[in-house]
């Protein structure tokens, strides 16, 4: 049984552009959290997401962030125009109930805006 | 006030040394979790706890829901035990999602 796997690991991205991070849950997980880790800041929710829909979003920037779970396939972060201060790290959990203190963590994914 | 606080912020500790980090939190939690994570790399789950004492290997956790304050004990500690050590709670105010403290800089010397 796989792990949260999150891709890519490291992204480079310059101004401007579009950065897509993906989160596939451990099998058997229908709930995924959104986690970000600005440079030497504590980790901060973004987004919990079950199948299809999203539950609390109440975390993510309110312009250019977006997230989905559809129904097949992985959970994707979506940062549209990126800038500087997007770069960190982003982190996927997941978990079989809505329960996030159950949930298992992904390895990050480290973007870098240039 | 955060609603988790840790302490401390940085520990720097001697091979073998017995360490404690404290976590302490101001509102009702449903669980609370020790998570660690290696310089650029990712979390990994230590312990989750909403009661008593949990014990894996050299690491033992705690937590006393009364007083809102967890303790993570790292006994015998090594440098392969270097990392930030990070309390997550569940709060009951916060739904499903997961409130962390800033995390403890541990660095142990050989």
């Known amino acids: 049984n796989a792990g949260v796997m999150q891709n890519p690991r490291h992204l480079v991205r310059r101004r401007g552009q579009e950065a897509r991070l993906r989160c596939s849950p451990m099998?058997?997980?229908?709930?995924v959290y959104w986690y970000r880790q600005l440079p030497e800041e504590g980790l901060k929710f973004m987004v919990y997401?079950?199948?299809?829909?999203?539950?609390?979003e109440s975390g993510m920037p309110k312009e250019r962030f977006s997230a989905e779970f559809p129904k097949e396939g992985p959970s994707i972060l979506r940062i549209q125009q990126v800038v500087r201060g997007d770069s960190a790290a982003y982190f996927c959990?997941?978990?079989?109930?809505?329960?996030?203190?159950?949930?298992?963590f992904g390895q990050g994914t480290r973007l870098t805006v240039v | 006030k955060n609603e988790v606080e840790q302490s401390p912020q940085n520990l720097t500790a001697q091979e073998g040394e017995f360490i404690t980090i404290n976590c302490s939190y101001s509102?009702?939690?449903?669980?609370l979790h020790w998570l660690q994570q290696h310089p650029g790399g990712g979390i990994v789950s230590l312990f989750m706890l909403s009661s008593g004492k949990k014990k894996h290997g050299r690491l033992i956790a705690t937590i006393n829901i009364q007083e809102k304050h967890s303790s993570l004990h790292i006994t015998a500690s090594h440098p392969r035990d270097s990392a930030v050590y990070i309390c997550a709670v569940g709060l009951q105010t916060s739904g499903s999602r997961l409130t962390f403290g800033e995390g403890t800089q541990l660095t142990v010397n050989p």
């Open positions: 997401l079950q199948k299809e829909n999203i539950i609390d």
């Open positions: 959990a997941s978990s079989p109930r809505g329960t996030a203190t159950e949930a298992f």
């Open positions: 509102v009702g939690i449903s669980a």
């Open positions: 099998k058997g997980h229908s709930h």
